[in-house]
């Protein structure tokens, strides 16, 4: 709701006020405008998420830093699990707000078989509503799979157990096959 002091309200206004829900599970990325973004590939390639629309479902895993000791965890259990996702023709994708060097180093180090994206100025972890963990202090550990028509299927949030992730990704892609 938007509260305006003058009891008038004015487009500039409106739309310096509005902020966007969370993305939740069954909303349609379609109308989140940086689905279409383009963003820096720790492979030397340029990705955006809609690329994949018709084609397959997409894992994208949001974490606060690369080499860290949860963000380590997380990685890795999606790189072990890696197999699973392919096998069920789904893509992965790691994204930060890393620099693209920072993730390039963090995915050879770890031996990642995905990319990782870059999201420096953080406008996918804004349009997509994810929230800061403690207190706001840390960027929020957030999954998201989409399915083939670019729909949420799951969305799910958990600071604290990044191996969690995985598990939850891969229930729902199961069921998307």
């Known amino acids: 709701m938007v509260m305006l002091s003058t009891g008038t309200a004015s487009a500039a206004t409106l739309s310096a006020s509005f902020v966007k829900a ?5 909303s349609k990325l379609q109308d989140y405008p ?9 492979d030397g390639t340029s990705v955006a998420l809609s690329k994949f629309e018709g084609k397959s479902p997409v894992v994208v ?3 606060p830093k690369a080499a860290t000791p949860g963000c380590t965890k997380e990685a890795c259990a999606f790189r072990d699990a890696y ?3 392919k096998d069920a023709g789904a893509q992965v994708f790691g994204v930060s707000s890393d ?17 990782l994206l870059t999201d420096q100025s953080e406008f996918l972890r804004k349009s997509f509503g994810i929230k800061g963990d403690l207190l706001g202090l840390l960027p929020g550990r957030q999954t998201y799979v989409i399915d083939k028509s670019g729909k949420v299927a799951l969305s ?6 990044p191996e969690k992730h995985v598990e939850e990704a891969l229930k729902v892609i199961k069921t998307l096959v």
């Open 99 to 115: 620099g693209v060097q920072a993730n390039s180093e963090f995915a050879k180090a770890q031996r990642l078989p995905y990319p």
């Open 61 to 63: 895993f949001f974490y």
């Open 156 to 161: 799910f949030n958990d600071q604290f157990n």
């Open 83 to 85: 197999g699973k996702f």
């Open 22 to 26: 969370e993305l939740k599970v069954g």
């Open 34 to 42: 940086d689905y279409y973004r383009v963003m820096k590939a720790t």
